[in-house]
């Protein structure tokens, strides 16, 4: 269940709220929980091209068959949107924190995103290129070196795409992408590259 509400507040300010809530659906970790949360935004329109949005989130996730994973993950975000000609620039910067019941699964995290997106080869198809830099830093502590210190894991994804344009509503995509990620904890660590094409067809 979600319901939403949008407000402008005159020419260049939009503020939006969305409040939400499931039973038993699909969590970001793939689990299943019970969850209820509130997301406020306010969006700045600097120019026709510009706009910075602000962002905060809270949610409490229960998870009926892991009691102590349960609890609150607030967050807070920013995203710059900037539209060069035909081409489009997107970053932001979003910190969560997840404050589960048992120590464990509490963790801090930091999330760096950047998207590039341009036309290539003709106004019909596009290059695509995304950068996912993310530091998560747990609580709970492991031995490194003979010493207790934090768990800490840092993440980096990256995808590049090139969809090339065949009939009206048709295009072929080629991808390629992969996640890595580095930990303290030398078992957590794992390299994972992908390479596709797939082709795509538009029934509306």
Same mark, same amino acid.
């Given at each position: 269940?979600?319901?939403?509400?949008r407000?402008?507040?005159?020419?260049?300010?939009?503020l939006?709220a969305?409040?939400?809530?499931? &039973?038993?659906g699909?969590?970001e970790? /793939?689990?299943l929980?019970?969850?209820?949360? %509130?997301s406020?935004?306010?969006?700045?329109? &600097?120019?026709?091209?510009?706009?910075?949005?602000?962002?905060?989130?809270?949610?409490?996730k229960?998870?009926?068959?892991?009691?102590?994973?349960?609890? =609150?993950?607030?967050? #807070?975000? %920013?995203?710059?949107d +900037?539209?060069?000609?035909?081409?489009r #620039?997107?970053?932001?910067?979003?910190?969560?924190?997840?404050?589960s019941?048992? %120590?464990?699964?509490r963790?801090?995290?930091s999330?760096?995103?950047?998207?590039?997106?341009?036309p290539?080869?003709g106004?019909?198809n596009?290059l695509?290129?995304? #950068?996912?830099?993310?530091?998560?830093?747990?609580?709970? #502590?492991?031995?490194?070196?003979? +010493?207790q %210190?934090?768990? &800490?894991? /840092?993440r980096?994804?990256?995808?590049?795409h090139?969809?090339y344009?065949?009939? =009206?509503?048709?295009?072929i995509?080629?991808?390629?992408?992969?996640?890595?990620r580095?930990?303290?904890?030398?078992?957590?660590?794992?390299?994972?590259?992908?390479?596709a094409?797939?082709v795509?067809y538009? &029934? +509306?």
């Amino acid at each position: 269940m979600e319901t939403s509400v949008r407000r402008n507040v005159g020419k260049r300010v939009r503020l939006d709220a969305t409040g939400e809530a499931s &039973l038993q659906g699909t969590s970001e970790d /793939r689990e299943l929980a019970n969850m209820v949360g %509130v997301s406020p935004r306010a969006t700045f329109m &600097l120019s026709k091209q510009t706009r910075v949005s602000v962002t905060g989130a809270w949610r409490y996730k229960a998870y009926p068959d892991d009691p102590g994973t349960s609890g =609150p993950s607030p967050s #807070l975000g %920013v995203k710059f949107d +900037r539209r060069i000609a035909s081409s489009r #620039l997107t970053a932001g910067y979003k910190y969560q924190i997840r404050q589960s019941h048992t %120590v464990r699964n509490r963790y801090q995290r930091s999330m760096y995103t950047g998207e590039f997106t341009m036309p290539l080869g003709g106004a019909a198809n596009r290059l695509s290129i995304e #950068l996912d830099y993310r530091t998560q830093q747990y609580q709970r #502590l492991i031995k490194v070196a003979g +010493r207790q %210190v934090p768990r &800490l894991d /840092r993440r980096i994804a990256a995808e590049a795409h090139y969809d090339y344009t065949i009939g =009206p509503r048709a295009f072929i995509r080629w991808t390629y992408a992969f996640e890595r990620r580095r930990s303290n904890d030398a078992a957590k660590d794992f390299f994972a590259p992908i390479a596709a094409m797939t082709v795509h067809y538009q &029934l +509306r």
